[in-house]
Every structure is written in C-alpha cells, then in structure tokens.
T-cell receptor, first 110, second 115 residues
C-alpha cells in the first residue's frame, strides 16, 4: 500500500502559533495532496504538490515535499481556532485513486 | 454552487437489512469515488467509477456494491450490513485525467449506524 502516515497523531497549540504536520509514504507518486476534515464532515482539498515540486504556498499554508525521503510536511502559520480539524495527506501514484493517511488531529485553543 | 450531495446525512439500518446510500454531483466530473471512514481512521477507498468503468478495490467486501446510472448519480449498496459496517461513507468526484492535479471534491458524508 502507498498509504501515507501522518505525524504527530494529535497536536494541540495556542492561537497564533504555527502547526507543523508530517506525512510519509511508501511508493512513487505523481502528486501529494493535503485535506482538512472538520468533525463529522467531508474532506476539503487544501493544496496539491506535484512530485517535481519541492515547496508550495497557499495563504497561511506551506507544503514541502522530499521525494528522496518520501515525506511531506504541512505548515499552518498563525493558527486560528477555526483551523481545529483533522488533516490528511493523500497520495496518487501511477494514476491510482487517492489513498489517505491516518491523519493528524489539530486542536487550536484561544 | 456546484457540489457533491450525499443523502441521507444519517442512516440507521438493521443488521442484515439492505441499505442504499446516494450521491449526486453537479460538477459534471466523470470520476466518482466511495470511501469508508471508521472512527479516527483514514478514509478507505472502496471503489470508483471512471465514466461507466467500475473499479473495485481488491479488499472491498462483496457485501458492498455500487451503481452509477448516469454521470450525476452514484449509489452505494450494502447487501447485508453488519455491525462492522457502521462508519461514515464519503462520496467524492474528480475530473478524470486532470482530476489528479486538482484535488477531489467530497460530499458531507453519510453516517451509517447498524442496530
């Protein structure tokens, strides 16, 4: 399986702090994506990084990808209470459907 | 707004009683997916349709089937639900070929309870 594994499983921070989540995967990929899931809801696509990219930004999100280490990180800067959610990485190698990792649960307190 | 809609949001079914979950989309995406997500776990791909072509994951139980009568609708049928099938079922869509570069669009999910 090319399932990603997120680290840490849970993260608690204060508003205004930065949150960093890591993802590792097993096989070659075409791209890696990050999704957010609020409790009891569907997933929302946040950002996609292609295998030939090393870093990508979107608003307060910064994603890095290291294909040699088969790992990615998601940085959320200046966290807000509304960022409280679970975050999943997902990989799509060789045209397969997305396979999701186990997720990181982020709790941001005010 | 273009979206993916899942009905119902909550479904309670009896052990062994067939149940159908539905998904519709207004995005005109040609790929539709069904994922199963149990509590505190990763979404697990059950199967997907690329247009009319059905793709079943190797470890999806035979108890789960799917139908896609047209581009807009996709159904998940659970023939004989067991207690272990209680989960959130997520429908997602993407544009085939290009979908991998744009991300998937998910519905809000149907939470299935088996009693």
């Amino acid at each position: 399986s090319q399932q990603g594994e997120e680290d840490p499983q849970a993260l608690s921070i204060q508003e205004g702090e930065n949150a960093t989540m890591n993802c590792s995967y097993k096989t070659s990929i075409n791209n890696l994506q990050w999704y957010r899931q609020n409790s009891g809801r569907g997933l929302v696509h946040l950002i996609l990084i292609r295998s030939n990219e090393r870093e990508k930004h979107s608003g307060r999100l910064r994603v890095t990808l290291d294909t040699s280490k088969k790992s990615s990180s998601l940085l959320i800067t200046a966290s807000r209470a509304a960022d409280t959610a679970s975050y999943f990485c997902a990989t799509d190698g060789a045209g397969t459907a997305l396979i999701f990792g186990k997720g990181t649960t982020l709790s941001v307190s005010s | 707004d273009a979206m993916v809609i899942q009905n119902p949001r909550y479904q309670v079914t009896q052990f062994g009683k067939p149940v159908t979950l539905s998904c519709s989309q207004t995005l005109n995406h040609n790929v539709m997916y069904w994922y199963q997500q149990k509590s505190s776990q990763a979404p697990k791909l059950l199967f997907h349709y690329y247009d009319k072509d059905f793709n079943n994951e190797a470890d999806t139980p035979d108890n789960f089937q799917s139908r896609r009568p047209n581009t807009s609708f996709c159904f998940l049928d659970i023939r004989s639900p067991g207690l272990g099938d209680a989960a959130m079922y997520l429908c997602a869509t993407s544009r085939g070929g290009q979908g991998a570069w744009e991300g998937y669009t998910f519905g809000s999910g149907t939470r299935l309870t088996v009693v």
